[in-house]
């Protein structure tokens, strides 16, 4: 099963070549413009998680062609968000001209469909295009993946964690991801698989610790219909519509202790039954894990199985916290800044200064709290810089240090960030409240407060 992405904005196209392609059983994602296909489906544009996109050449706003010039042209947008491997693109357009199909061929466009076109056309064009991405996937995983797959690795530690995901992504073997929540074990997942010889199918995630522990056994194996109320037809689980795939179990720390012997075993036979069923399914599928969790010292509790943690973890890969590896904070805070650039359709870039105030920082919250302080800064800031006045106030050398809130309550962790503000913006509660994210009416409440308690 691949992953297809569908742009045009003729919903009855759209919803005609997703039931062409369901009917294969291909996962289907659909836009009506370029603009919302950049809103909805940017990560998996950047990570690999589509196999081809079917676009129309004319459509409101940015049309087709001019969306693929700067694709074909541009060398950061690719497979991984990396150099040299680019999704493949099928072209389509009700008003075809000899010039256009010339011209996008020699760009690297798959095919240049002619509306109306058939089943049979569509499907071909499917083929080819699913050929030519594997083909340079797997060109890649021999060539191209020994150099900075990762996109950051000027660490050891990462250098590390790359080594270690390329030899696992090469066998089948159970992989356990462990590290501090924010670090990428998700991402990593998915990379892991991207260069594997699975990456022609799915990549399926599940988060274990957001399933209610009544749901989290029909969700990974199914049941069959009338297994229980509410159960009115047979529903596939993700054991089995994972086919030849990767299963990432993300939160593996969290499963329900009661669902772990069936996980076991599920895991250690290859097969499985769904919910209310007696017929065993075959499991196909790879599995990758993640936690966060210190699991020998959960199975000490009596919260977590000791063969399940000997059966996942074949493989243990250590993200590190990004505060162990701040070499790599450059790299991954441009990255970023392009992604949501992309999203967003602004154009921004950093002030000298911006990076070294960012690496001073601990980040807590680790590459995911990074990320969404980037996007904060490009939403929020003026004109087309971003500037260190531009990020959240925490992370300024003037406020209080992070250790300075260890013991406090939270209505103390907040005077000591209003006071710090308030000191830097010299008194001025509205330029206080920007820099803090909230209104000016709290900056003055909470001074109102504090003169009643002094």
């Not at 076109?117 to 569509?122: A, I, L, N």
């Not at 392009?338 to 154009?347: D, I, K, N």
Request: hydrophobic share 40%.
């Amino acid at each position: 099963m691949s992953r297809i992405l569908v742009i045009d904005d003729d919903g009855s196209a759209r919803a005609s070549l997703a039931r062409v392609f369901t009917a294969e059983s291909h996962d289907v994602l659909l836009a009506e413009s370029i603009a919302d296909a950049q809103d909805r489906h940017l990560n998996d544009l950047f990570i690999g998680g589509i196999d081809c996109i079917f676009c129309d050449v004319r459509m409101p706003g940015q049309s087709g062609l001019e969306w693929f010039s700067e694709w074909s042209a541009d060398p950061a947008v690719d497979l991984n968000g990396n150099h040299g491997v680019r999704i493949p693109v099928v072209l389509m357009t009700a008003f075809g001209e000899v010039k256009d199909a010339v011209w996008a061929m020699k760009r690297g466009a798959v095919d240049f469909l002619i509306k109306p076109f058939g089943r049979k056309e569509v499907l071909k064009a499917l083929e080819v295009a699913l050929k030519r991405g594997d083909l340079r996937k797997r060109q890649r995983s021999v060539a191209g993946v020994g150099s900075d797959f990762l996109g950051f690795e000027r660490s050891i530690l990462m250098k590390t964690v790359a080594d270690q995901a390329r030899r696992a992504a090469q066998v089948d073997s159970n992989v356990i991801l462990s590290g501090e929540s924010g670090t990428g074990k998700s991402w990593l997942a998915r990379q892991i698989h991207q260069i594997s010889p699975r990456s022609p199918h799915p990549f399926v995630e599940i988060n274990c610790s957001a399933i209610p522990a009544a749901l989290i056994e029909s969700e990974l194996f199914g049941h069959e219909k009338g297994a229980f109320t509410g159960a009115t037809q047979t529903h596939r689980g993700l054991f089995e519509s994972v086919g030849e795939g990767t299963l990432f179990l993300d939160e593996i720390g969290d499963a329900p202790l009661e669902f772990q012997p069936k996980l076991l075993k599920a895991i250690e036979e290859k097969q499985f039954r769904r919910v209310g069923g007696v017929e065993s399914h075959p499991f196909q599928g790879r599995i990758i894990s993640a936690t966060h969790q210190d699991i020998p010292q959960r199975i000490r509790l009596g919260e977590f199985r000791s063969d399940l943690w000997y059966r996942l973890q074949v493989i243990e890969i250590h993200m590190p916290a990004l505060r162990e590896h701040l070499e790599d904070l450059p790299d991954l805070a441009q990255k970023f800044l392009e992604m949501v650039c992309l999203q967003t359709g602004l154009q921004k870039h950093f002030l000298p200064g911006v990076i070294e105030h960012l690496v001073s920082y601990p980040w807590p919250g680790n590459i995911r709290e990074l990320k969404n302080a980037i996007e904060r800064a490009v939403v929020l800031s003026q004109g087309e810089t971003i500037n260190q006045d531009d990020f959240p106030v925490f992370l300024g050398s003037q406020t209080p240090l992070l250790k300075d809130f260890y013991g406090k309550t939270l209505n103390e962790v907040q005077s000591l960030m209003f006071e710090s503000v308030l000191q830097q913006t010299g008194g001025d509660r509205a330029e206080a409240a920007r820099k803090l994210g909230v209104t000016e009416r709290t900056i003055y409440r909470w001074l109102k407060e504090e003169s009643h308690r002094r």
